[in-house]
């Protein structure tokens, strides 16, 4: 059984998180060391620790990340512009929270993928 993780508490709303969007599949907040002007965290309500752990039945959840980044792209206005996701897998993709996350970030130039 993986171990839980901040997210969990953030999910069952038992620590302080400015969320944005909560339904039964997923729960959307704003990260708290935000690397850009929007910048949120779109989470499956299950405890899945890192891609490496997706299993077919947990395809439902993670198709609703694409939908809520979206929805909360169009709501930050920064859907014309444009926007980055991010999901970041273990300690080479620079992965720090074990329970699976899309960052979703924009508002402004993002500058390369990435910066060597
Ligand atoms: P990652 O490096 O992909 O695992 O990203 C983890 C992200 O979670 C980082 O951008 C952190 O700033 C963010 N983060 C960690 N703790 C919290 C929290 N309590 N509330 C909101 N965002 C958080």
């Given amino acids: 059984m993986a171990e839980e993780t901040i ?16 339904d039964d599949l997923v729960t959307a907040f704003r990260d708290i060391n935000p690397r ?3 910048h949120i965290l779109i989470i499956p309500n299950k405890l899945i620790p890192t891609v490496n752990d997706v299993e077919e039945q947990d395809e439902r ?6 939908t809520v980044a979206k929805k909360l792209a169009a709501e930050e206005g920064i ?9 970041n897998c273990n300690a080479h993709g620079g992965q720090e929270v ?6 979703l970030v924009g508002g402004e130039p993002l500058g390369p993928m990435l910066v060597s």
């Avoid at 620590?15 to 909560?22: G, R, S």
């Avoid at 959840?61 to 694409?66: K, P, T």
Wanted: hydrophobic share 40%; net charge positive; aromatic share 12%.
């Fill in 61 to 66: 959840a993670l198709g609703r990340l694409f």
């Fill in 98 to 103: 074990y329970h699976i996350h899309m960052h």
């Fill in 7 to 22: 997210f969990s508490k953030i999910i069952r709303k038992e620590i302080p998180a400015d969320v944005v969007y909560q």
């Fill in 36 to 38: 850009a002007s929007s």
């Fill in 79 to 87: 859907d014309q512009d444009g926007y980055r996701l991010i999901v």
